[in-house]
């Protein structure tokens, strides 16, 4: 069975703090991914890494970087924490061969910025 | 530019009825389509998929239906019960190899007792 974690079901961070949200997966999938889920949105994708090292940016880059030093492991930074990135952020992964594209997901990290 | 449209952002339904979901696409080189199921405070799960080289696939209560030349899908709940109240997108491979996906914005389908 497939598992996404993620450090942290629940975060409140102050404006302007360094913010790092951590996912792990155990199925040595070379995919993995950061979207953002806010009401009428839908999922956005900020980044996502197809290969150790390796990152790409998505839809919503900006005010946002990355880190894949293992292959297991893909952080997203908030720099600088705003407001505006109070939002639901959902960790994926999936396998580079999977003919079915399947993305598995972690839980969720809930973080608001006050 | 959405790629991915899902026009109707809720829908309710009775318990025992049939529940059908729609999405629409603009990318005619879209050729594979998945559905996804969120709860709330959870990741989304994955529900069914559907290649473009057929019109239907069924999975228990689940039915994806495609029409390549309305560039049209919708995903039928038979019956619709109230543990599938929950948020349904739609998504599709973005192209390339690195199998990124598209996502509607989510339709909250709430089952009624």
């Known amino acids: 069975d497939v598992k996404v974690t993620q450090s942290s079901r629940y975060l409140v961070k102050r404006t302007g703090e360094k913010v790092f949200l951590e996912c792990v997966q155990d199925?040595?999938?070379?995919?993995m991914f950061w979207y953002r889920q806010d009401p009428g949105l839908g999922l956005r994708l900020i980044y996502f890494?197809?290969?150790?090292?390796?990152?790409e940016k998505g839809d919503i880059p900006e005010g946002y970087s990355v880190s894949r030093e293992k292959k297991e492991r893909f952080s997203l930074i908030l720099e600088s924490a705003s407001t505006n990135q109070t939002s639901m952020y959902l960790c994926a992964s999936s396998h580079r061969r999977s003919a079915g594209y399947e993305q598995y997901f972690g839980p969720g990290t809930r973080l608001t910025v006050t | 530019d959405q790629q991915v449209k899902q026009n109707s952002p809720s829908l309710s339904v009775q318990e025992g009825r049939i529940s059908i979901l729609n999405c629409d696409y603009t990318?005619?080189?879209?050729?594979?389509f998945l559905w996804y199921k969120k709860y709330p405070a959870e990741g989304p799960t994955f529900l069914i998929s559907?290649?473009?080289?057929?019109d239907k696939n069924e999975d228990g209560r689940f039915t994806v239906f495609l029409n390549k030349s309305a560039k049209h899908l919708s995903l039928h709940i038979v019956p619709s019960q109230p543990g599938d109240s929950a948020v349904y997108f739609c998504?599709?491979?973005?192209?390339?190899?690195?199998?990124?996906?598209?996502f509607g914005k989510g339709t909250l389908l709430t089952v009624n007792p």
């Open positions: 998504a599709a491979p973005s192209g390339g190899s690195n199998y990124k996906l598209t």
């Open positions: 559907i290649s473009s080289i057929k």
């Open positions: 890494s197809y290969d150790v090292k390796m990152k």
């Open positions: 990318n005619s080189m879209f050729d594979y």
């Open positions: 199925m040595d999938h070379e995919n």
